[in-house]
């Protein structure tokens, strides 16, 4: 259960006394109220559902006014009863909303990416997003944690070692020629090595423990360059499990097991049908595909987890369609499955391909991001040390490049420009990071203020506060739905709205100083609250 007070909830209730309105009907903070609900489903006289409606609404103590307008129902609640709430959380639990989920356990896996070079901000996207749901849902009470499912057995990371074997094999292996090896077996490709993966492949499947660490060392390597580049973005992945471990301890071989009453053969293939359509699990050669360790992989993560959300390319609906047949039509799979869908990045020449050399590198973006960064800390702070410039221009560079991915609907292809990804102003993390600075500064000047009781409340004073009460919902949609850019709009929202209330409503020695500065220390713990969702670093100064 959601615990705040949620009045779109009491509202829709209070409602279905007469109409049937359902809660896809009502929407919050729109242009015309605080909740505005959509009447199209009523069919009745329009002068009798403005009476009905008027009865039912004109005694609820939360509502400040109504109106029916059309076939909208706009209600707005009354400004210091949301006032109330605010300060009354903050002043009793700390936080707003407190927690309103079970504390179940929940795995979110995501990154992912084959290691087989350096992260490219396309796979940035999958991470960025993964990390930022796995702050949700914390937030909302469950026990989360991160996964990265370490593709070692598959075709990519065997050309990765062959590439090294062929190319390099009398050097130190670095990241820099084991991707020109990799790189060189893609333009060299012919017969051989696809024998030499197939040999390899059948190692692997005996469990032969000595080829697995050479090639396992090898991805390593690649592995942990790319860990080291998302940690300046701020994603850090609490746990990896390798692929090859489930060939290893058997467990491919039990599902295998689990399905032979409806495993059918093509040659000495293994396949299972779905919808008319052949989803293979073992080559001819009786080695697995991804397919069937994927099912030992999910099996694995179902022992531990109520929830288990995987963060994958558009490109992989079809497996996970296949995945969720199998595991709860035919394996009576009991775990909580969702799957997140992202869109690709490309860039304006084309789609990015590690193997072709078309990528622009996570590290790429960070270094020209802290540049740019530091040449405007520069420009709005020059009395500012070295080591502050630096510091500010870290936090500002980190939050941009997530900020800059999380804004955009996931299901949304982005075309990735420079100019777009090194812009800090408009809606960008640095106008959300100024804003709270700027809240911090007023709150620092502020000395011993006697209460007074508040009773008016001007429109920017309103608006500020309502974006504040209205936080819940946000945060309960982007839970629901999984979308971290539910959150990156409504920090813009608020962001936007204590601007106004900045410009417009003087603080410091006015007559309005106490109740201007209990908002603003509102806002400031509504912002500590929300933009770490999102891996926005704030600082008290930039």
Same mark, same amino acid.
């Given at each position: 259960?959601?615990?705040? =007070? ?9 409602? @279905?006394?007469?109409?049937?309105? #359902? ?22 006289? %329009? ?39 605010? =300060? ?38 999958? &991470? ?27 075709? %990519? ?34 017969? *051989?090595?696809? +024998?030499?993966?197939?040999?390899? &492949? ?13 090639? %396992? ?57 779905? @919808? ?33 959300? =995987? ?11 296949? /995945? ?21 990045? *490309? ?16 590290? =790429? ?22 080591? +502050? ?29 420079? &100019? ?20 911090? &500064? ?13 009773? #008016? ?8 506060? +309502? ?21 990156? @709009? ?6 936007? *709205?204590?601007? #106004? ?37 704030? /600082?008290?100064?930039?």
């Amino acid at each position: 259960m959601l615990l705040f =007070d949620d009045y779109k909830k009491q509202l829709i209730t209070k409602l @279905n006394t007469v109409y049937k309105i #359902d809660d896809k009907d009502a929407e919050i903070n729109t242009e015309h109220g605080d909740i505005s609900i959509r009447l199209f489903r009523i069919n009745d006289d %329009q002068e009798k559902i403005r009476n009905n409606l008027y009865n039912i609404l004109k005694r609820e103590a939360y509502i400040e006014r109504f109106e029916i307008n059309g076939k909208y129902l706009n209600v707005w609640l009354k400004t210091k009863l949301m006032f109330d709430i605010l =300060d009354d959380a903050f002043q009793r639990l700390g936080i707003y909303p407190d927690v309103f989920q079970d504390a179940e356990k929940a795995l979110v896996e995501h990154t992912s990416a084959n290691p087989t070079g350096p992260i490219h901000i396309g796979r940035t996207r999958n &991470s960025i997003i993964g990390d930022s749901i796995a702050r949700i849902i914390e937030r909302t009470g469950m026990r989360v944690m991160t996964q990265y499912y370490v593709n070692d057995s598959g075709k %990519q990371v065997l050309y990765l070692y062959i590439g090294h074997e062929k190319f390099h094999n009398t050097e130190e292996p670095t990241v820099e020629n084991l991707l020109d090896g990799y790189q060189k077996i893609y333009n060299n490709m012919d017969d *051989s090595i696809e +024998k030499e993966v197939s040999e390899l &492949s059948k190692l692997y499947e005996k469990g032969d423990t000595e080829t697995i660490k050479k090639i %396992q060392d090898i991805a390593g390597i690649v592995l942990s360059s790319i860990m080291e580049s998302l940690k300046k973005i701020d994603v850090n992945i609490m746990s990896y499990v390798w692929e090859s471990s489930f060939i290893v301890n058997g467990a491919t071989s039990r599902v295998m097991t689990m399905l032979e009453n409806n495993i059918k053969s093509e040659g000495n293939a293994k396949y299972i049908e779905y @919808n008319g359509k052949k989803i293979y699990l073992t080559r001819s050669d009786g080695t697995s595909l991804y397919f069937v360790r994927d099912i030992a992989y999910h099996l694995y993560k179902a022992g531990d987890y109520d929830v288990i959300i =995987d963060v994958l390319g558009e490109d992989h609906k079809e497996h996970a369609k296949n /995945l969720s047949y199998v595991l709860k039509d035919l394996l009576n799979f009991n775990a909580l499955l969702r799957f997140v869908f992202y869109d690709f990045i *490309s860039l304006e020449t084309g789609k990015m391909s590690t193997r072709k050399g078309n990528i622009v590198t996570l590290d =790429d973006l960070y270094e020209k991001t802290v540049e740019e960064s530091i040449k405007v800390v520069r420009e709005k702070r020059p009395e500012y040390t070295n080591e +502050k410039t630096m510091e500010i221009a870290l936090a500002i560079a980190s939050s941009s490049i997530r900020f800059n991915i999380s804004k955009v609907n996931q299901n949304k292809p982005m075309t990735f420009r420079w &100019s777009e990804a090194l812009n800090f102003e408009g809606d960008s993390a640095p106008y959300i990071m100024y804003a709270y600075a700027r809240a911090k &500064s007023i709150v620092k000047k502020i000395k011993n203020i006697k209460s007074i009781e508040l009773k #008016d409340f001007n429109e920017y004073e309103r608006s500020l506060i +309502k974006n504040m009460f209205l936080y819940p919902y946000y945060l309960r949609s982007a839970y629901e739905n999984l979308r971290p850019d539910i959150i990156a @709009n409504y920090l813009l929202t608020l962001v936007k *709205s204590f601007n #106004d209330f900045y410009t417009n409503c003087p603080v410091i020695g006015s007559n309005e100083e106490y109740k201007r500065s209990k908002i603003i220390e509102m806002f400031i713990k509504i912002m500590d609250d929300a933009a770490p969702l999102l891996g926005i670093k704030l /600082l008290d100064e930039i």
